[in-house]
């Protein structure tokens, strides 16, 4: 009868020891794991049994209990360790994949918005190597780099890595910002947050190979502009920039578009003579004769069209729009444009000819090497 105790207390031991285990190895597995990085390999509920198995058949020779007994106690911890398992994917979905973005989100909205004489005394504590108010200066603008990299979201990077690199951007800013220039810090952050959102999106993969002559000009644009936003706190104006850099102001906008390769334009449209099924891309395509699977319009890359739109005259942006239903869908024929400018519906076809013209040059320039 001792015998036979002394068994089941042993049983007991090994049952808590295999249980406290898992569940140490369960709390330390979600602590460590973060967003964005992947799980360690969890021991499977298999394995564990196989354990527990191992750990008591020396103990079965000894024992006078009956093999129901033992593997209704198995069945119990396997049901117990399955339960915790199932809290830790819970857990883990909440610090993972979409749920990582509401968390962060949660997290940067109890940040207040810093006075101007509370952002320069952070300022110049961080500048005399204060970690601390480094951290808080940091902190409190991860709402602006959101703010920024939510514009972005159309370029084809997931939004929680043009916010990564939206922060990189925002302390490396930290890091270079001078108080004694004058301007608030929030003007010059947003340059470098942008920067460094650019940067990224056009090292994709999924982006359009950019010539190299025209990176290099770039790279000396960026160069540039980081001294203009140094020694006078604003971004300049593109015509200023083309100046100095001894370019085209046009060529140096359509480069620029180039690197940030927006969204496409592919709906369609029913043309004066009847013909339907036209896209602007289609029209486009024929007027520069580009082969089906021309790069700019590669179905990864269709990608250009709305940023160039943004380089005509206004009232060309405008009737390109309306004419190919760009700002709610709903497309207008050249009169129903011209009642809405108060214009003739041949200068509305005069306008549309022009501007399609432009989008024509600018294509075959985007596509030159």
Not at 313 to 335: A, D, H, S
């Amino acid at each position: 009868m001792k015998k036979k105790k002394k068994a089941a207390v042993g049983k007991k031991k090994i049952i808590k020891k295999v249980k406290s285990k898992k569940i140490k190895k369960t709390v330390v597995s979600v602590i460590a794991k973060k967003p964005g990085k992947k799980a360690a390999k969890k021991e499977e509920p298999s394995e564990l049994a196989e354990d527990f198995a191992a750990d008591t058949e020396s103990e079965q020779d000894t024992e006078d209990v009956s093999g129901d007994k033992i593997n209704i106690k198995r069945d119990l911890i396997l049901k117990g360790i399955e339960d915790e398992e199932e809290d830790e994917k819970s857990i883990l979905k909440a610090v993972n994949g979409k749920d990582a973005l509401a968390l962060y989100f949660d997290e940067i909205r109890a940040e207040k918005v810093l006075s101007a004489e509370e952002e320069r005394d952070l300022i110049i504590k961080t500048q005399h190597g204060d970690d601390i108010a480094k951290a808080k200066l940091t902190k409190a603008n991860l709402k602006l780099v959101v703010k920024i990299a939510k514009k972005y979201e159309y370029f084809g990077v997931p939004l929680i890595d043009l916010i990564e690199e939206g922060n990189i951007g925002l302390l490396k800013a930290v890091d270079k910002f001078e108080v004694e220039r004058g301007f608030r810090f929030s003007t010059y952050a947003t340059w470098w947050i942008k920067q460094s959102i650019n940067r990224a999106i056009a090292n994709q993969k999924n982006t359009i190979r950019i010539p190299v002559h025209i990176l290099d000009v770039y790279h000396k644009y960026l160069k540039l502009l980081e001294k203009e936003v140094k020694d006078k706190g604003k971004i300049p104006e593109n015509y200023d920039m083309a100046r100095k850099l001894r370019i085209d102001p046009i060529k140096l906008n359509e480069i620029l578009n180039i690197i940030k390769s927006p969204k496409s334009l592919d709906l369609e449209y029913e043309s004066e003579d009847g013909e339907g099924g036209r896209s602007l891309k289609d029209t486009v395509e024929d007027m520069v004769q580009a082969k089906p699977d021309q790069e700019l319009f590669d179905i990864e890359k269709k990608e250009t069209m709305m940023e160039l739109i943004r380089m005509l005259k206004p009232n060309e942006q405008q009737v390109i729009i309306c004419r190919f239903g760009l700002e709610n869908k709903q497309i207008l024929t050249l009169e129903d444009i011209g009642k809405k400018l108060k214009l003739t519906r041949e200068r509305i076809r005069q306008i549309e000819a022009i501007a399609i013209k432009k989008l024509k040059y600018f294509m075959k320039t985007a596509d030159k090497k």
